[in-house]
């Protein structure tokens, strides 16, 4: 034992004098290159006294880097988080004016702008270097990770290694955004994704497809899955006429009110409830660790530690430099890779400037980053359960298509993602079952504006004789990543005030949700029913039902109930309607179960619009702007994937299928219960608040503990 610890210190102490070397070189070079930085005297000095004067700064910066870095980032945390990222070089530079000032003599000077530069360098140069030196000993690659867990660390890991015999496994969930089960199989096959190929082959995991609800979104789909429902969720947003509101998925105040009425509705606080964490989601799924959760972003003090998950990756000032490099080396990729569309003439396509690449970039960048720094964190920590979402691809697949060389790169990159993560893995503190599942897949096509010149609104607006403006505006996206930017800098994700500005309630609120749109008349206090409708628009359901460009649309009939209204006058009512006829023939199976779920929801909208589908080619036409689309019935947007490994249980019996968010939150949930994972809620009591206070988990029999 006494000659490991000799070899590990000399190991370590070898590690810091190369790495401190290192950062001298890079001192040097830096020196003869910039002309703003001096490590000698106005008269000159020696070789060697320059050298040691690089060194003895050098040594400084890194000792101030150790001492007060994580100080600094912890005292900066109400900062919003991207401006975040920005301080750290500025702070960076300070720490390095300040080393220089303690080298004797005062020979080491640099300007402000240049000392941010020269940090920025040496902070990059001396993690390559440890990084470098550390891959080559698995100890010294275990120690570097541990440094990304939080200070909670040491404490949770003896609290799992004290216990009798081995731990309990964990599980860790990562969710990729709209990564279709058709897409999934494809990127495998072709080595994009060769961890996930690898997993298949060698017969680790299985790969189970699901089907979504009517509402094909994240907004829908992880409500489900994290709480258990996601009843009364319709669409990405929607018109609720009780509360005059319009709800929107990734809006904080929206996902803070649906995951309330989730834990209200289900009596229990959610799958991550006992010892989880939730990294980069909408909903907190009961977990008491959260980072980059959007239904607590808009919580303010102490009680929020939704940025907490940036100080794990921040406090090391290398991420930083780092993280800035990729960020701004994603910019210019996207600029490139839309500058070639646009000069091939591309189609379909979509307007990618603006903000876009800014937005891209964090999403498959800062968002992927920080929150795979979480879940190592978490790994480490050996905490029982953690769910993260990684909304690279869906960002992308949305402006780019979800079949495009632009896509398949950033499902090369989170495939890299999913390496380390395994690789982590292998030094927790207890073993962990990796489950990879998506919340809906991406449907190609071209926007419903692009093929006929006007959106879905300005045609809700002529069937009803209202003025259609001559220009017709496109539809705002509402893609995730958009959102978690916001929340980021604490600015209000909000729709516009336009829909339900006083004066205007005669007005249909008409919202789009991928190729599902929704039709409310607000001025009228229950949802309307066909004839209603009809007196007061008559030539709106067939301007509707027999555009080209809508599949089918779904209301409320006096006399039949739920109806579905297609091209040439059909309708049928839901309660006959089976699959593969009518209106929802070419939909698929479960088409007609899903829209008669949606259609006993309280706040389904008056009129709720499908878009035309080809079952051929796969394409839908999106009401927003979008060429890889999801929200509503048609192709691969219904068809997300679940990879489990093969020694949890099957998901659904042989021949069985795996339909809707709440079925796979229940075999995740079982599959926790095979590792000793979840929580009972306390009985005769429901929760006001998703708060976890409320309930207690039922811990392992050889644990006397309780969450």
């Not at 750290?88 to 000392?115: I, K, Q, S, W, Y």
Request: charged share 20%; proline share 6%; glycine share 10%.
């Amino acid at each position: 034992m006494a000659g490991r610890r000799w070899r590990r210190a000399a190991s370590t102490a070898w590690r810091s004098l190369t790495v401190w070397a290192a950062s001298t070189l890079t001192m040097l070079v830096l020196a003869g290159l910039l002309p703003d930085f001096q490590l000698q005297s106005a008269t000159g000095d020696s070789a060697t006294r320059v050298a040691t004067t690089a060194a003895l700064g050098a040594g400084a910066f890194g000792l101030l880097s150790a001492l007060f870095w994580p100080l600094l980032v912890r005292a900066l945390l109400l900062v919003p988080a991207l401006v975040l990222g920005l301080v750290v070089f500025f702070l960076n530079g300070a720490l390095f004016l300040f080393a220089l000032h303690l080298v004797p003599d005062g020979r080491g000077e640099a300007g402000p702008e240049t000392a941010v530069v020269v940090a920025a360098v040496m902070s990059a140069v001396a993690s390559a270097t440890g990084g470098a030196l550390a891959v080559r000993d698995d100890d010294a690659y275990r120690r570097r990770l541990y440094r990304l867990a939080d200070r909670r660390r040491r404490r949770a890991v003896e609290e799992v290694t004290a216990d009798v015999g081995p731990p309990a496994p964990g599980t860790v969930f990562l969710q990729l955004d709209g990564v279709g089960h058709e897409i999934l199989l494809r990127a495998a096959r072709d080595d994009v994704m060769p961890t996930v190929g690898a997993w298949l082959r060698d017969g680790r995991h299985r790969l189970t497809p699901w089907r979504t609800d009517w509402s094909s979104q994240t907004g829908a789909s992880q409500l489900g899955i994290l709480h258990g429902s996601n009843h009364d969720v319709p669409a990405f947003r929607w018109y609720e006429k009780d509360t005059g509101e319009i709800q929107v998925s990734n809006r904080p105040t929206s996902a803070a009110e649906l995951q309330r009425r989730a834990v209200e509705h289900t009596g229990d606080g959610g799958l991550l409830t006992f010892d989880g964490a939730s990294r980069g989601n909408l909903f907190s799924g009961g977990a008491e660790q959260v980072a980059l959760v959007l239904s607590v972003a808009a919580r303010r003090g102490r009680e929020n530690r939704s940025r907490a998950g940036y100080f794990a990756y921040f406090c090391d000032p290398a991420n930083a430099v780092r993280t800035a490099l990729s960020f701004c080396a994603e910019v210019g990729r996207e600029i490139g890779q839309s500058t070639r569309a646009r000069l091939r003439k591309q189609r379909p396509r979509i307007g990618r400037g603006g903000l876009y690449p800014f937005i891209r970039a964090f999403a498959t960048v800062v968002e992927r980053d920080v929150v795979v720094a979480a879940v190592i964190g978490d790994l480490l920590a050996g905490r029982s359960a953690v769910y993260a979402d990684l909304v690279a691809y869906d960002e992308v697949a949305h402006h780019s298509g979800p079949f495009s060389r632009d896509a398949q790169k950033v499902l090369a990159r989170l495939d890299r993602s999913l390496a380390l993560i395994e690789k982590v893995v292998e030094h927790a503190p207890r073993p962990y079952h990796v489950v990879v599942l998506s919340d809906h897949g991406q449907s190609p096509g071209e926007t419903f504006h692009a093929r006929y010149g006007l959106t879905l609104q300005d045609l809700v607006r002529a069937g009803c004789g209202l003025p259609v403006p001559r220009k017709a505006r496109r539809t705002h996206s509402g893609a995730e990543a958009r959102s978690t930017v916001r929340a980021a800098l604490r600015r209000p994700v909000e729709e516009s005030a336009e829909a339900t500005r006083k004066g205007r309630h005669h007005e249909p609120v008409v919202l789009a949700s991928g190729n599902l749109g929704l039709v409310s008349f607000p001025d009228v206090d229950h949802r309307m029913s066909k004839e209603e409708i009809d007196a007061r628009h008559p030539a709106l359901l067939p301007t509707l039902a027999n555009h080209p460009g809508v599949g089918f649309l779904l209301v409320r009939s006096e006399e039949h109930g739920a109806v579905v209204l297609g091209a040439r006058g059909a309708e049928v009512p839901i309660d006959d309607l089976a699959d593969g006829q009518g209106p929802l023939a070419d939909f698929g199976p479960g088409a007609a179960a899903a829209v008669r779920r949606t259609d006993s929801f309280p706040h389904t909208a008056d009129i709720m619009v499908n878009s035309w589908y080809d079952p051929v080619d796969g394409e839908v036409l999106a009401f927003e702007e979008q060429i890889g689309s999801h929200g509503g019935l048609g192709g691969a947007q219904g068809r997300p994937f679940l990879l489990s490994p093969v020694d949890l249980s099957e998901p659904v019996p042989a021949g069985g299928e795996l339909v809707g968010a709440e079925q796979v939150h229940h075999v995740l949930r079982r599959w926790l219960r095979e590792s000793h994972g979840p929580q009972i809620p306390l009985e005769n009591s429901l929760p006001k608040t998703p708060d976890v206070a409320a309930f207690v988990a039922v811990p392992p029999p050889a644990q006397d503990k309780s969450a």
